[in-house]
């Protein structure tokens, strides 16, 4: 077993290294590979697979909501990029230009998109006339670039994929409603799908996405205590019509400005995942989102009957419609244990000759290790409820571990020792001005995170800043981020 | 009536002017948007809908015989794309260079992949050693750019959509046999799924891949009598894993080169869609492929129950698993008609007062405008039945043209009174020398589209070639093409 177990062995331990576990893991599953193009990443299988079931569960919800998809050119003009002055500031030291095309150089240089906005408010200036013309929800899953100096895989390298989306609204009212509800979306899809606990909240203005009169975010803690923005959604206003005169004829047969919209989620939820659930031993995948759900592992597969009976398990599951896998290779079972442990299939279902004799078979979960011995005849309704099981447990054992990391603080004091001695989030009081958020940030790299949304964000009477010691205008969850 | 179908008679009649009817029935079924992108194009959502109903079977398709989806980077380093010699000088001239990024001038330039050859070896040349590491059968779904100078949506545009799987085996009937199966898995999937009839076979040496020791393609009729290329599977043998390095280590502890494949399907499948089954009145869809298969319109939706019985037939069709979609607009019924034939959904379900009293509806094929008369509890299976009845009659109608379109020419003025006055497909042999190719296309803007598998690609005894008179070699399909 020892020998067996050498490929894990190398993965470091996640408290010695968090760092490198985590570019162990992401290796040694194979999620991700190097090519040769600086900054960019491969998406290996195992990782694609995440990123299709991601896509096909988001995609299903949106639709449910009335999101309709599209697809736009990956390139934008500059003349175009420059239309909104906020957001250009925002992007343009980011961006790759294409320069030249075939073999002439362009008269006017392109970059390739690093995010939509300007590209859908061209389209809707053509498309919007009247208020039979309202609302548009658009989507478009896409890959865009962005020209980052420092990588790390999912978490952040030079392209990404995503999905972006872009509504027009007649009022600004439905349009703040669109914006909470698809926030909510990406909340409700964070926790049920991959079992990732989330603070949902606004930005502050600091913090909040170039061009949008309002950002909220959804935040999620990793095992190391530092925060991962998981999802945002913008309110723009009518900034954008503005820029990009984006008018509409209403009913009364005046000329009026759409407000607009803009949420997105991206491949860094492969990266929370990866985090937020891994172990010492490697990925723990929820079983909504896992590709593969359950292997099958026949002990002495020589035996007589044992392939067959394993085969016959692994079809019955199928029919149930698990996603299963019959591990059938010439590798020895414990090599076989350390290979889906390290790939994080939620669950394993061994079966050797003592077992069949019996007429069973023992189901180990990846989550907890624990063993049950089912009845082969069971081994499919037995697994479907223990997936159940796992993602409900995983769902409670991350949540526990965020509300165990959040710590109050009442003056700077506490706030300081608190972010140098205690990974989690901080939640603390706030005066409304940047110049704390730079302090902080400056002091500490700590940032807000977010202004959580109700009655939680008004601080208590008499609650003074945590910074200044001014009085407080709102309540912020503050930590270190991705 | 005739005011209603105002909106319809701005199309352009096919035969007046085949190729603005195209750009009519694209614009009017809201297929596609203008941006200011030139030369790129915008899917809305009815175009982008089909896409996605087309990835999805196909993607379906490709994994049940064992592909794997990937992701890799939509850039491509110069010297990385240089490193095969044929493939570079196929598409260099066609590129878009990235030459900057953020601030600051790129060491070396990258291209946006117009095909990812380079990039999949660049990846197998890193993670393929052994036997036990083959095959591989990677496809990607993606975009890619081609500095087109002449565009037309769907069929020519710079950015399109498309897959591009990329195999590598140990050996080179392995890949021959991947490059043969995916062909044919295209040619089943366009007559299935698109009801597009296709011709199967191999591409002379003119008119195959850049770097590819045999190009195999799907030829697709359009209405007009040009070919459109639909698919193409690729065999590379061993060029490109020696340009890249691609060994592995044999069972037999030699080292070897892997032998690899590549094929691709794109949005261009769209245009075939349209120029294969539409007419005068716009789309006319395939019911396995359209987003909307039946529309159900009320007839004077403000008599009493009229609209909610027509919300319950829809109901009952979803119900069944029909894409379904109820027209309850303040449009009037004609308006409605001919707003469902421009868009081509299938079938529409009619419902009026004389109607609902006699507990009937009314079904009306898109494709043949034949109206049936059926019970309401009736309307479900009847539907249902009906698209099958559509979709098996659209591909038996396209293939009657298609086959009464292909005509034989034993000699050189043959051919030329074909080529200039009956559109469509001339067989006619050829004796394997590109001289021959070049005048034809020189004289006649026709070109070789495929050779045929199996024994119609051998001539008769004594056949010459069409164009010089030498002893014939191979039977070729040739026709003007998109």
Redesign the interface.
Same mark, same amino acid.
Do not use: H
């Given at each position: 077993m020892a020998k067996d177990k050498k490929m894990v062995e190398s993965i470091t331990a996640r408290d010695v290294d968090f760092a490198q576990w985590y570019t162990d893991v992401v290796k040694k599953a194979e999620l991700t590979?190097?090519?040769?193009?600086k900054g960019?990443?491969?998406?290996?299988?195992a990782g *694609?697979?995440l990123?299709?079931n991601i896509r096909n569960e988001l995609d299903r919800r949106f639709k449910e909501t009335g999101v309709?998809?599209? *697809?736009?050119?990956?390139?934008?003009?500059e003349?175009?990029l420059d239309k909104e002055k906020e957001h250009v500031e925002g992007f343009a030291?980011?961006?790759?230009?294409?320069?030249?095309?075939?073999?002439e150089k362009l008269p006017e240089?392109?970059c390739?998109r690093p995010t939509s906005e300007t590209?859908f408010c061209?389209?809707y200036s053509?498309?919007i006339q009247s208020y039979r013309d309202l609302p548009k929800v *658009?989507n478009q899953w896409?890959?865009v670039?962005r020209?980052e100096k420092t990588t790390r895989p999912f978490l952040r390298s030079?392209?990404f994929?995503w999905q972006e989306g872009h509504t027009a609204h007649a009022t600004a009212e439905e349009a703040e409603a669109r914006t909470v509800q698809m926030l909510n979306l990406y909340a409700d899809f964070a926790e049920d799908f991959l079992a990732i606990p989330v603070l949902r909240g606004q930005k502050t203005d600091k913090e909040k996405f170039a061009g949008a009169v309002s950002t909220y975010t959804i935040e999620a803690l990793m095992h190391d205590g530092k925060a991962l923005q998981s999802g945002t959604s913008h309110n723009f206003g009518d900034g954008f019509a503005k820029a990009f005169g984006i008018q509409y004829t209403d009913k009364d047969n005046k000329l009026k400005y759409v407000y607009q919209t803009s949420w997105g989620m991206t491949t860094r939820m492969i990266g929370a995942i990866i985090m937020v659930h891994g172990d010492d031993d490697g990925l723990v995948l929820p079983p909504k989102v896992a590709p593969t759900q359950v292997v099958v592992i026949p002990i002495r597969q020589n035996a007589e009957g044992i392939l067959d009976k394993a085969g016959e398990i692994a079809d019955t599951l199928k029919k149930a419609g698990l996603r299963v896998k019959l591990d059938d290779s010439d590798r020895s079972p414990g090599w076989k244990f350390a290979d889906q442990e390290m790939r994080g299939f939620p669950l394993r279902i061994e079966i050797g000759p003592k077992d069949m004799e019996k007429g069973q078979c023992v189901l180990v979960r990846r989550d907890t290790r624990e063993k049950t011995v089912v009845k082969i005849e069971d081994a499919a309704s037995a697994s479907a409820q223990m997936l159940d099981t796992i993602q409900h447990d995983m769902f409670e054992r991350a949540k526990k571990f965020r509300d165990e990391h959040i710590y109050e603080a009442d003056t700077y004091e506490e706030f300081v020792d608190t972010a140098n001695n205690k990974p989690g989030f901080i939640f603390a009081p706030w005066c409304g001005d940047v110049e704390c958020e730079n302090k902080i940030k400056e002091d500490l790299a700590v940032t807000s995170r977010c202004i959580p949304f109700g009655d939680s964000r008004i601080p208590k009477d008499g609650a003074r800043c945590v910074c200044c010691g001014k009085p407080a205008k709102k309540m912020v969850y503050w930590g270190k981020a991705y």
């Open positions: 590979g190097y090519t040769s193009v960019c990443m491969v998406f290996k299988p *694609y697979a990123w299709e309709q998809n599209v *697809y736009l050119p990956m390139l934008i003009p003349s175009l030291p980011e961006v790759a230009w294409v320069t030249q095309g075939g073999l240089r392109m390739v590209l061209d389209l053509k498309d *658009y896409c890959s670039l020209w030079r392209e994929l």
